[in-house]
């Protein structure tokens, strides 16, 4: 949240650019910020079991969500087929 709220007073600061064209003060606190965040995120997903457990899970449904589609978008050519063949069949009657 700091880093949003550092961000967003970066963005609408009057000074946003100092001379030579060197970032202001808030955006390379905001930068800092980030780099931080993501360090943090990786630290705790490493030696936290539940992160870690819990960034797995994520990960894992994440991989499955593909096979999935793919399911329904062959399921979905079967139906196709299967109602052709059935009005051909009703048709030869």
Not at 37 to 58: N, Q
Request: hydrophobic share 40%.
């Amino acid at each position: 949240m700091a880093f949003i709220r550092g961000l967003a007073k970066c963005k609408w600061s009057k000074r946003r650019l100092s001379g030579g064209g060197r970032a202001c003060r808030c955006e390379r606190r905001a930068a800092s910020m980030r780099r931080r965040s993501l360090d943090g995120f990786w630290e705790k997903a490493l030696s936290d079991p539940v992160a870690f457990f819990t960034f797995w899970v994520g990960a894992f449904t994440g991989v499955l969500a593909f096979p999935t589609i793919g399911l329904w978008i062959v399921t979905e050519k079967g139906v196709r087929n299967q109602i052709t063949d059935h009005h051909a069949y009703n048709d030869a009657d």
